[in-house]
């Protein structure tokens, strides 16, 4: 099966069940793996099996629905708030005219023509603005599934069809018509089409973001060594650009020539330029802040770092949260059950309640009918979780946490347990020499310079952390002869003429060398789970260094934090007993797995879940891969210029351990945000429904006029979107 994936923008959508009907039919076609439809992107996207089908034939059936699907270009959202505004314009000049029409004084040859002249306006209105509604309406019912334009058709329509029976006395209905009510409906609804589709365009701020960040030029070198300008969209792998001071770097590649800073801030979060030279990897968008680097191109087009966070982003805003699924069901019988609701309203006020309303029982009856199908709002439901989840994506991006699935947000806040994996996740993955103890024939810079000159020629990393150390200090030493390293046993060499030994303590007693001045202090290193290295010349031992993986200088206040969001703090490594009892001491963690092999990880996830705890495993995102996979939810941290190929859910860029508190912050606040929203979407339709169909009036003498309603409903969904901003303001402050 060869499977494949398409992404497409999609016009023609005018609500969520829009989105939800382009998902029912295309998983009815014969091929296809998944569908996720994202209204508030106007994107889609499709896995399918390539020998079954392809893009022509999705598009094409896309198209059969009643909607266009192009190949995915970054759409627009100010070209859509424009379209938006000029058809509001159109509406509330009709509007206007309509209002002077109907109250302004008008001479008596005007007035006799004055239905006629109020049809020619609301019929304009209706062919124009309106018209949107009303194919929208076409397009759901003719694939067997009511939208939102449903409700708004029918209420337009009945006004509108009423009055024209009016003006000619059809049917035996009075002369009373309402034109107005038809226009304005059309004139409200249309404020907030055109206030959502604003608001949608901030909720994708941070992808608009990054989408600018890209060079639109670039400086290409050809093979004659002359510079010369080309776009950046046509450059190729092993191409050569310049990149000079202040500019945009246009390419993720490598340096092959120059020295600069770079500012790296858009990929890693961190402020302070990076050193880059020869032979050091650079990420399209970054920003050359010194000198002159000559960079050979690596990666292009969607293979690019900043393509891949952008696409992951984007799939994260396409995929549905678990909360979303009840919203969704509702959503999906909500316009019939409005549509009857509406019915049962005409039919009580026609043949029960027309004494109460003291008018024309069918103008009042009707009225309230129409009322109900304009005031309740499917779209402020189906909208209450993705903006959310839109809104809280893009903060995270904005904060180096890239979120790439919608459910992971979600499942984040909802965690009992985070599983950290030791080397460069609690610890730098960096060895430092923290004991130096040198016996009573020498002194710590002799023990040190003896060290440095064997491992100066090794690769092992507690080698390269004693030459840290020898730097450090600025010792100096001479050159080594017959150098040799055995693997699991140390450095064998000759220095200054006589034998020097470093390594494990098997390598220097194994010669007949003692270490009984040093026992003690060796024991007490090793309770604190130090690695030693023990150094040996001329037959005798100098001295032990004690080193260790050192831990995140944040690492406790992290666990702290995360104790006080009652996570349960884990912590797992393939080290020792005694190591792993040190390094989770240091960090203050109580519980640890120790000797856990890799492939052994996974099983340390599955039995917290199998006490129905749910799970987070932080990891460096290759190694734990099966962990990350296995967990409920999957962090994979310190990511630099690989950050688009992580494993985890969750890629925390920054490689800040922080940045695990801050997620979950930003997922409990997400999710809060989607309660409230679904809260008041489900409140404003329960309590806007029944003041609508006129329960209130027998009573109070409180209706609502249907123009009214179409504002009301307007605005329902763009406070659900308007909330989900909110979600901008959002401070990792420590939490309480």
């Known amino acids: 099966m060869a499977e494949q994936t398409i992404k497409f923008n999609i016009t023609g959508m005018h609500c969520v069940n829009c989105a939800t009907t382009i998902e029912r039919r295309l998983k009815d076609l014969q091929g296809i793996k998944s569908v996720r439809i994202n209204f508030s992107r106007a994107t889609g996207i499709v896995t399918y099996d390539a020998d079954v089908t392809n893009k022509t034939q999705i598009t094409k059936y896309v198209k059969e629905i009643g909607y266009t699907a192009k190949e995915r270009a970054r759409l627009d959202q100010t070209s859509q708030a424009s379209i938006q505004m000029g058809w509001l314009i159109f509406s509330i000049l009709a509007s206007i005219a309509m209002m002077v029409l109907m ?36 397009k759901s019912i003719r694939n067997l599934f009511a939208n939102m334009d449903v409700l708004v058709s029918m209420g337009v ?15 035996d209905t009075s002369g009373h018509a309402f034109f107005e009510t038809a226009v304005m409906l059309i004139t409200f609804i249309r404020i907030g089409k055109y206030l959502e589709e604003r608001v949608k365009g901030r909720a994708s701020h941070a992808l608009q973001k990054l989408g600018k960040l890209q060079a639109d030029k670039a400086r290409l070198l050809s093979p004659e060594g002359n510079e010369m300008e080309a776009s950046a969209s046509s450059l190729r792998v092993g191409d050569i650009v310049v990149v000079r001071a202040g500019e945009i770097i246009p390419v993720d590649g490598e340096v092959i020539e120059g020295v600069s800073s770079v500012d790296e801030s858009m990929v890693t979060g961190e402020s302070m330029p990076v050193l880059k030279q020869k032979g050091d990897n650079v990420v399209g968008a970054t920003i050359n802040k010194t000198g002159v680097l000559k960079v050979k191109t690596a990666r292009v087009g969607e293979e690019t770092v900043l393509s891949q966070i952008v696409n992951m982003v984007e799939d994260a805003q396409m995929d549905k949260a678990p909360i979303q699924r009840f919203a969704d069901r509702v959503s999906n019988v909500f316009v019939p059950v409005v549509i009857g609701l509406s019915l049962v309203t005409f039919l009580c006020w026609y043949f029960v309640l027309y004494g109460v309303a003291g008018q024309q029982p069918f103008v009042w009856a009707l009225k309230m009918a129409i009322a109900v199908l304009v005031i309740a709002c499917p779209c402020a439901m189906g909208l209450a979780t993705p903006t959310a989840i839109m809104v809280g994506s893009g903060v995270g991006l904005d904060h180096a946490i890239l979120i790439k699935r919608a459910s992971a947000l979600e499942e984040v806040a909802r965690l009992n347990v985070m599983v950290f994996d030791k080397t460069g996740t609690i610890t730098e993955g960096r060895f430092v020499v923290t004991d130096i103890v040198p016996t009573n024939t020498g002194t710590e810079s002799e023990l040190v310079t003896l060290a440095v000159a064997g491992c100066a020629l090794s690769n092992h990393p507690l080698s390269q952390s004693v030459v840290d150390e020898a730097r450090e200090r600025r010792l100096m030493w001479d050159t080594i002869q017959d150098f040799h390293e055995e693997a699991g046993s140390g450095i064998i060499c000759h220095y200054k003429g006589k034998v020097l030994l470093i390594g494990n303590e098997g390598l220097v007693t194994s010669r007949g060398i003692k270490i009984d001045g040093v026992k003690d202090k060796i024991r007490e290193l090793e309770i604190h789970g130090k690695s030693l290295m023990y150094i040996a010349y001329d037959g005798t031992l100098k001295g032990v260094l004690g080193l260790m993986d050192k831990i995140k200088q944040n690492a406790r206040d992290v666990v702290t934090q995360l104790k006080q969001m009652n996570v349960r703090v884990v912590m797992m490594t393939g080290d020792g007993d005694q190591v792993a009892k040190a390094v989770a001491s240091a960090a203050g963690i109580e519980e640890y797995r120790a000797k856990v092999l890799p492939a052994e990880k996974m099983e340390v996830v599955k039995d917290f879940q199998g006490k129905g705890l749910k799970v987070g495993m932080v990891g460096d995102g290759i190694n734990d891969a099966p962990a990350l996979a296995q967990a409920d939810v999957g962090i994979a941290i310190g990511a630099g210029t690989d950050v688009a190929k992580e494993t985890g859910d969750i890629v925390l860029i920054k490689n800040d351990m922080m940045d695990v508190v801050r997620a979950i912050q930003l997922g409990r606040r997400t999710l809060s945000k989607i309660r409230q929203n679904l809260f008041w979407a489900f409140f404003y339709n329960v309590v806007g429904i029944p003041i609508a169909a006129g329960a209130m009036y027998p009573l109070f003498g409180i209706s609502l006029k249907p123009e009214y309603a179409g504002l009301a409903m307007a605005f329902s969904s763009v406070s659900v979107i308007t909330n989900s901003l909110l979600l901008k303001r959002i401070s990792f402050s420590k939490y309480r």
Do not use: K, W
């Not at 004084?105 to 209706?126: E, F, Q």
């Open 157 to 171: 329509l009945s006004a509108y069809i009423y009055s024209i029976f009016a003006v000619f006395g059809t049917f």
């Open 103 to 138: 109250y302004a004084p008008m001479p008596a040859s005007i007035h006799n023509s004055m239905p006629y002249i109020l049809l020619i306006v609301a019929t304009v209105t209706l062919l124009g603005p309106g018209m949107d509604f009303f194919i929208s309406a076409y």
